[in-house]
């Protein structure tokens, strides 16, 4: 089984993921020369799907070995493209190159659905709380991805619409795994097609 937590920085998705068996966890990683990745277009996208890719293998690899993988942010991350787009700050082009990377690698089964998702929402303010009680951690751009919190859960409700009962809306406290049964459609391009074009278009 494959787990996503998702939310956004200072959630406490981290936290939660931390509590997870060692062999069982994929923590959010990110690549070493990500300072010097394009930045827009093609290449970007590429860039961006091509270590989403290495992700979800990893992901992959730990299910095999352990018949569990908690994945600290989700190895597919196509909604942080998404996102940015509902908020302004990038364009429908950039989206639609995202899109259609992550479509490819789906199709070859490089990247793909998970069996459930743990999505962590939280007040503004108890997330601006518990960002200045970490100090251990930088959340460069934080008011960003906290303006990011609400096209996150439209994303994600999207995905529980094509995938029924496979959101849960919050992160168990007693880090006891929910049961999920395993998603056949993991890579279907069809539920994947049908998942974007249920997403809302930004407002004009």
Not at 22 to 45: T, V
Not at 62 to 81: F, M, N, R, W
Not at 92 to 116: C, N, P, T, V
Not at 121 to 148: C, G, K, W, Y
Request: hydrophobic share 40%; charged share 20%; glycine share 4%.
């Amino acid at each position: 089984m494959i787990v996503v937590v998702e939310g956004i920085s200072a959630a406490g998705k981290t936290t939660w993921c931390n509590q997870m068996p060692a062999g069982s966890l994929l923590p959010e990683s990110f690549p070493a020369d990500r300072k010097n990745a394009p930045r827009h277009g093609l290449e970007a996208a590429i860039y961006w799907t091509n270590w989403n890719q290495k992700r979800w293998g990893d992901a992959c690899a730990i299910e095999q070995a352990s018949g569990l993988a908690v994945c600290d942010t989700d190895p597919l991350k196509l909604h942080y493209s998404w996102c940015l787009w509902q908020v302004g700050q990038s364009t429908a082009a950039e989206w639609q190159l995202s899109r259609q990377a992550a479509r490819d690698a789906i199709a070859k089964q490089r990247l793909g659905f998970a069996d459930l998702y743990l999505v962590k929402v939280i007040d503004a303010d108890n997330a601006r709380q518990q960002m200045q009680s970490d100090p251990t951690r930088t959340r460069t751009n934080f008011e960003l991805h906290l303006s990011l919190q609400a096209p996150l859960v439209e994303w994600y409700r999207a995905i529980e619409h094509v995938f029924p009962g496979r959101i849960q809306w919050s992160l168990p406290a007693d880090f006891k795994m929910p049961h999920a049964s395993p998603n056949e459609s993991r890579y279907d391009l069809e539920a994947f097609d049908t998942f974007v074009d249920s997403l809302p278009k930004p407002a004009t």
